[in-house]
């Protein structure tokens, strides 16, 4: 494995065979992947932070984040790797930034697996996650009250029961977040719209959990009527961190999945 830093992005590159894009979602990093590489080792592996999300500084330009910002950024991390086409594999905000990728530059993607996945935020929830990016400005304290609340709020209650050291790794994980660039990222998913998704055409895996309260499976199930031959996997007992609170399911989706490619 090799970390590099390739146009301002911090990426984690491994693995042989055909690239495979791992795109986190809001308050993640590359570390949203660790517990499913195992079903992932016939890939080149690219896990990049996002733009001002954990070890990648905000834009040196200082243009403020944004949906297009972000696929943007991916697409000229592969361009700097010399990749031509690639699987994405994404999570929550991600999983926005992949189906726009998908959809401006349809040739880039041969496939989409989507974990927690949003088309776009509902319209309720649009003034809270703006709060959210003004709260994160308030800096290291503010920080910890925003995980506090995610881990309370997008667990399931089994997790809660059953696995601490998730909730310990999901509190973690957006602590470490840098403030402004956390408030950034909050407030590009927070003006975020639906890609064109009747126009995506590749294989796409969609995976939920029963109690996500930021993609329930009935919003999950109206992307899947958008998305033709789209396959849809609830998992039970799971929240929002899919990867980290139902890993060897969500491994198991994964090889059925880049199976049925083959």
Not at 28 to 50: C, E, H, K, M, Q
Not at 75 to 87: E, F, G, Q
Not at 103 to 122: D, M, Q, T
Request: aromatic share 4%; hydrophobic share 45%.
């Amino acid at each position: 494995m090799t970390t590099q830093v390739l146009n301002g992005l911090t990426v984690e590159v491994d693995g042989e065979g055909e690239a495979l894009l791992c795109i986190h979602g809001l308050g993640g990093s590359s570390n949203n992947w660790t517990p499913v590489l195992p079903a992932l080792g016939a890939f080149r592996r690219i896990r990049p932070d996002l733009p001002g999300s954990a070890r990648s500084p905000l834009p040196a330009d200082g243009a403020a984040l944004s949906i297009d910002g972000y696929v943007d950024a991916m697409l000229r991390l592969l361009s700097a790797l010399d990749i031509a086409s690639v699987h994405v594999m994404a999570h929550s905000l991600g999983t926005i930034v992949a189906q726009h990728l998908a959809v401006r530059s349809p040739g880039a993607v041969k496939s989409l697996a989507l974990f927690g996945p949003l088309a776009a935020p509902p319209d309720a929830a649009r003034p809270n996650i703006a709060a959210r990016a003004n709260a994160a400005r308030g800096g290291a304290a503010a920080m910890q009250e925003i995980a506090d609340a995610i881990v309370k709020g997008a667990t399931s209650t089994q997790t809660k029961e059953q696995q601490p050291a998730v909730l310990a790794l999901v509190r973690e994980g957006v602590m470490r977040q840098p403030p402004e660039g956390y408030a950034q990222s909050c407030a590009a998913l927070a003006d975020a719209q639906s890609a064109a998704l009747e126009r995506l055409d590749v294989p796409t895996l969609l995976v939920t959990g029963d109690q996500d309260g930021v993609a329930p499976v009935a919003n999950v199930q109206a992307m899947q009527a958008r998305i033709a031959g789209s396959r849809l996997v609830v998992l039970e007992g799971c929240g929002h961190w899919t990867t980290f609170e139902q890993p060897q399911r969500c491994m198991q989706a994964l090889e059925a999945f880049y199976a049925a490619l083959r």
